[in-house]
């Protein structure tokens, strides 16, 4: 929610249910952390040991060029080994890994077996156009199975995934790519959203007019309608997965442990976007190990984490640690209310989830469409919910809990981040909840909230989010800029060699950890991280404008919306009409989920005498709050 103020610690305290704890995989929280504490590689090692490697690590921990950490060095592995192949030899191939429902309708499920089988002819696929081990495959699709059989192609050869979300466009694809270095592009011809077509490969043939390294397009049917397909470049997925090269049997790339999995962009404070770059053995060991606890994953669940393949929550919790954990995962292509604001519920009773993952925004977006929705639904199968991306209002965490899980629903509030590669702070079934707060640290995990300084802040006192030590899911480094990790992560405690996660925080009296937002250029819309420097500079790319500050509002449905301001060139006219073609040049640049929702044309920014904008004054008159000290102002 808002960066100011906001403090959700009500006092309600939610015990968990006997049954609860007794059906959970970790029932003492205190003893476990404990555990992890007094000896983490220890620790660390057994959680390994529960997974396959081709050959076992020599050291658990390598911190000897720190801030560059290694896990699990000398240990040879492949994400995929624990994903698909160790189940094939079991009764799990027969097992459901996916069930999907299009917007439109259609249903797939794919199990054990079949969804090993189009890994290994894509992965067959991609060889074959002479992808090979360490290049790098971009992906931009739709929340369809097939983004899940290529990412997952990508890592059994050995390629580095690079999954673009959905909502982005032109100029921020183009981006992405070209810090990728990516020959090769998989994409689909739309999306349904809202019942509508997302034009997913007109906007990768503007992206490519931009971006010319590309040289192969694949692109998979799903919307069926008519698009460009360029002769020499563009081949259609079921084309190439027919061929003879395409057969069911492939090798799976043995890797080193620290071997890149992925990069993930994502947004900081300048506007080049920060791949974020992920590792085979540290991060499945540290994904599969939180969702088993956290959502405390078993057999019989029909697990649905409802977010976007594109982000890294689609990246750990929809494809890695639950196809490792053997799970069956609910994937719904399209909008939570289309046709109507019953069709998530719908889902849940049909499919008879247990487990339902999502974000306060959205939470927030179906209680407005009040009771009535889900009470016409069977809901009684969940048992756990869970909650990301921002911080969740008492409110909405009461109606999330009430009308949802029936009160019988313990909600886990998993605070984390693209570079932490799982949950960080974050309840397991047997903590008692306090709606608002991600309540205390996963085992292995040790944060706290400093001052300036590094000082320990007094209980409810606001200070910065850090964790002070190494843990396996960790980012490895920015992809191509080393340095950037080190500015961006490592050097505001760089004595004491702690992690800056850029949050603000609270530590209560309990030790509980209430997360308050972004301390840096970074605006949380809908849950979705964007930087002010990728919107700004897509608004002033448009000719009438010389200079853009965009600022984050509170709003009470998406967290923040985005307010732009804007200095006009001489000439341009601050009418309507720029405005409107304001919006649809950033929607076309950046994105859907870029777009200000005002924007003013203004004189002057408030700046400091070295030139930078300084956001929190607009930020505080745009809320009519004191704008606090002014000294370094320019004028
Ligand atoms: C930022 C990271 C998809 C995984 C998370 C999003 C905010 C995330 C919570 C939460 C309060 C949260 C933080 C964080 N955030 N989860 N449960 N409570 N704030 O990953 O896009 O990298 O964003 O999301 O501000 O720094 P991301």
Not at 105 to 120: A, F, I, N, P
Not at 392 to 421: F, L, S
Not at 565 to 574: E, K, Q
Not at 609 to 634: N, Y
């Amino acid at each position: 929610m808002s960066n100011d103020g906001f403090n959700p610690n009500t006092g309600d305290i939610y015990h968990p249910s006997p049954e609860t704890v007794a059906a959970a995989h970790i029932k003492d929280y205190e003893a476990v952390y404990q555990k992890a504490v007094d000896d983490p590689l220890a620790f660390w090692a057994e959680r390994a040991e529960t997974l396959s490697w081709y050959q076992k690590w020599d050291k658990v921990l390598d911190d000897s060029d720190a801030p560059f950490y290694k896990w699990f060095v000398g240990g040879k592995t492949n994400i995929v080994l624990n994903a698909l192949d160790r189940h094939q030899t079991t009764g799990r191939r027969n097992k459901l890994a996916i069930i999907w429902e299009g917007e439109d309708g259609e249903k797939r499920t794919l199990s054990y077996w079949r969804l090993s089988q189009e890994v290994c002819k894509f992965a067959n696929v991609l060889r074959s156009m002479g992808v090979q081990k360490g290049d790098t495959v971009t992906i931009y699709m739709g929340r369809t199975p097939e983004v899940v059989i290529a990412m997952l192609a990508c890592a059994k050869i050995g390629a580095v995934h690079s999954v673009i979300y959905g909502g982005f466009s032109e100029q921020a694809i183009a981006d992405r790519i070209d810090d990728a270095k990516s020959r090769v592009l998989v994409c689909s011809d739309g999306a349904w959203l809202r019942g509508k077509i997302v034009p997913l490969k007109e906007n990768v043939d503007k992206a490519l007019e931009r971006s010319p390294m590309v040289e192969h397009v694949i692109v998979v049917r799903r919307t069926g309608h008519e698009i460009n397909m360029e002769q020499g470049r563009d081949y259609w997925y079921h084309d190439l997965m027919s061929l003879p090269v395409a057969s069911n049997k492939a090798r799976t790339e043995v890797m080193d442990a620290e071997d890149p999995l992925f990069i993930l962009y994502t947004s900081g404070t300048t506007g080049k976007p920060k791949g974020i770059l992920h590792t085979h053995g540290g991060y499945q060991v540290y994904t599969s190990t939180t969702l088993e606890w956290v959502f405390d994953i078993k057999d019989e669940d029909r697990y649905w984490c409802a977010a976007d393949p594109g982000w890294i929550t689609g990246h750990s919790y929809i494809v890695y640690a639950p196809l490792i954990l053997g799970a069956t995962s609910i994937i719904y292509e399209g909008a939570p209310t289309y046709p109507y604001p019953n069709r998530w519920w719908k889902i849940v009773e049909e499919y008879g989830v247990t487990i339902l993952y999502t974000a306060p925004t959205a939470i927030r977006g179906l209680m407005r469409f009040g009771d009535a929705w889900p009470n016409r639904h069977d809901l009684s199968t969940l048992r756990l919910l869970g909650s990301v991306g921002e911080p969740i209002n008492p409110e909405a965490w009461k109606w999330y809990h009430r009308v949802i899980g029936k009160e019988r629903c313990p909600i886990m509030d998993t605070w984390w981040q693209t570079e932490t590669g799982g949950f960080m702070i974050t309840p397991l079934p047997s903590v008692a909840l306090k709606p608002g707060s991600a309540t205390r640290p996963f085992p292995g995990i040790v944060v706290d909230v400093v001052d300036e300084e590094g000082n320990t802040c007094a209980p409810n006192e606001d200070g910065k989010l850090v964790i002070k030590t190494p843990w396996p899911g960790m980012l490895r480094t920015v992809y191509g800029d080393p340095e950037r990790y080190k500015a961006q992560y490592w050097s505001a405690y760089k004595e004491q060699g702690w992690y800056l996660a850029g949050d603000s925080a609270r530590r209560d009296e309990d030790g509980y950890i209430w997360v308050i937002g972004r301390i840096d250029d970074v605006i949380k819309v809908s849950g979705y991280r964007l930087g002010t420097a990728e919107i700004e500079s897509a608004l002033v790319s448009y000719k009438d404008v010389a200079e853009a500050a965009v600022i984050g509002v509170p709003d009470e449905l998406r967290g923040n919306v985005i307010h732009a301001y804007c200095i006009l060139v001489s000439g341009a006219t601050p009418d309507d009409a720029l405005i409107k073609a304001l919006k649809e040049h950033v929607r076309h640049e950046v994105g859907p989920i870029a777009v200000p929702t005002s924007i003013e044309f203004v004189d002057k920014l408030p700046k400091t005498r070295s030139g930078k904008i300084m956001r929190r004054v607009l930020k505080a008159q745009a809320q009519g709050l004191p704008v606090g000290d002014l000294s370094t102002l320019e004028d």
